[in-house]
T-cell receptor
Framework: TQLLEQSPQFLSIQEGENLTVYCNSSSVFSSLQWYRQEPGEGPVLLVTVVTGGEVKKLKRLTFQFGDARKDSSLHITAAQPGDTGLYLCAQLTGGTYKYIFGTGTRLKVLA | EAGVTQSPTHLIKTRGQQATLRCSPISGHTSVYWYQQALGLGLQFLLWYDEGEERNRGNFPPRFSGRQFPNYSSELNVNALELEDSALYLC?????????FGQGTRLTVV
């Protein structure tokens, strides 16, 4: 069974700090999505990465796809309270064609 | 363009009853996924429908079932509700690479 493991599981930081969260797979990703979910709401798609070594930026968020396509990272610069939420990585698994989600990183940014 | 819509937003049922949750995908999307998210936990894959057929299901008992209609909307049915079925049920639609989620249905079983 393909698993997506995220680390850290929980992160509490002060406003203005930088942070990185990680997503690792037991197998090669064909592509990978990052989502952010706020309490009681559905996850919102942030980015899709497809090519090994790819780097995408979304304002203060930087997403990187590992060269071997088995890992990905999300770096947030100068975190703000609005960044608080559950960050999830996900991938579409070949063959079974279902989306599987990582274990999640719960981020809290304190003002 | 409208996103994924789910109804109802909240649902309160008694143990042993049945619950029906509905999902309308983004126009043009033929795949619908259902997930269960218990409070404070991650997303657990329930069901995947594509082109009107059930393509895959997660590790849930048969009392979780559903269907997809010709217009690609979908329904999730949960029979013989148990207290541990209380969760946020999320629907997502996809046309291939990416999945887009609705706001969820909060099911509470009392």
């Amino acid at each position: 069974t393909q698993l997506l493991e995220q680390s850290p599981q929980f992160l509490s930081i002060q406003e203005g700090e930088n942070l990185t969260v990680y997503c690792n797979s037991s197998s090669v990703f064909s592509s990978l999505q990052w989502y952010r979910q706020e309490p009681g709401e559905g996850p919102v798609l942030l980015v899709t990465v497809v090519t090994g070594g790819e780097v995408k930026k979304l304002k203060r968020l930087t997403f990187q796809f590992g060269d071997a396509r088995k890992d990905s990272s999300l770096h947030i610069t100068a975190a703000q309270p609005g960044d608080t939420g559950l960050y999830l990585c996900a991938q579409l698994t070949g063959g079974t064609y279902k989306y599987i989600f990582g274990t999640g990183t719960r981020l809290k940014v304190l003002a | 363009e409208a996103g994924v819509t789910q109804s109802p937003t909240h649902l309160i049922k008694t143990r042993g009853q049945q619950a029906t949750l509905r999902c309308s995908p983004i126009s043009g999307h033929t795949s619908v996924y259902w997930y269960q998210q218990a409070l404070g936990l991650g997303l657990q894959f329930l069901l995947w429908y594509d082109e009107g057929e059930e393509r895959n299901r997660g590790n849930f008992p048969p009392r979780f079932s559903g269907r997809q209609f010709p217009n690609y909307s979908s329904e999730l049915n949960v029979n013989a509700l148990e207290l541990e079925d209380s969760a946020l049920y999320l629907c997502a639609s996809s046309s291939g690479l990416e999945a887009f989620f609705g706001q969820g249905t909060r099911l509470t079983v009392v």
